[in-house]
């Protein structure tokens, strides 16, 4: 069964170092997303992304995160300057119109 | 503010029991609505979807959705103990507004 894949399954940085989360989605889904999910709490929408560009992004998406498809294939979350409020477990996502998600097993970041 | 709300729970079942998980959304503008299922520590497993009025069937899931109340719910049949898992309710037309889950127990 297709899979989305995510890398690292876990990352710690220090507190105000940039990290990359790395994504490859489903190859013939067409709409990728990236959520968090902090330790205990509800899983949050950060931004959707079609058509090489982002289609919706919400508050908390600020100007430290940024996406990229860089290759066609992968799909990455860039956050420059990173918070203690930024552990958490950072799920990428994608599908095909018209059906439900498929979530990536998750990058656990913690800042420290 | 688009909300999705769950009862968290847990909801405890005997094993061969019916699970009835319930969520209520307040975005009348929500198209599809979602069932993930979420074991501790790992990504959410969607379950089932539902566009329409009425009842979908899936196995031992029936997920069921009455717009005019803005209620979804998911029945689980036969309960095992490994249903046992956090269950969250979705719902949205591009974006998903997740819910915070219901903890189901299945105990033998």
């Known amino acids: 069964e297709p899979e989305v894949t995510q890398t690292p399954s876990h990352q710690v940085t220090q507190m105000g170092q940039e990290v990359i989360l790395r994504c490859v989605p489903i190859s013939n889904h067409l709409y990728f997303y990236w959520y968090r999910q902090i330790l205990g709490q509800k899983v949050e929408f950060l931004v959707s992304?079609?058509?090489?560009?982002?289609?919706?992004k919400s508050e908390i998406f600020d100007d430290q995160f940024s996406v990229e498809r860089p290759d066609g294939s992968n799909f990455t979350l860039k956050i420059r300057s990173t918070k203690l409020e930024d552990s958490a477990m950072y799920f990428c996502a994608s599908s095909a119109q018209g059906s439900g998600y498929t979530f990536g097993s998750g990058t656990r970041l913690t800042v420290v | 503010q688009k909300e999705v709300e769950q009862n968290s729970g847990p909801l405890s079942v005997p094993e061969g029991a019916i699970a009835s998980l319930n969520c209520t959304y307040s975005d009348r503008g929500s198209q599809s609505f979602f069932w993930y299922r979420q074991y501790s520590g790992k990504s959410p497993e969607l379950i089932m979807f539902i566009y329409s009025n009425g009842d979908k069937e899936d196995g031992r899931f029936t997920a069921q959705l009455n717009k005019a109340s803005q209620y979804v719910s998911l029945l689980i049949r036969d309960s095992q103990p490994s249903d046992s898992a956090t269950y969250l309710c979705a719902g949205g037309t591009d974006k998903l507004i997740f819910g915070t889950g219901t903890r189901l127990q299945v105990f033998p």
């Open positions: 992304f079609y058509n090489n560009e982002i289609s919706e």
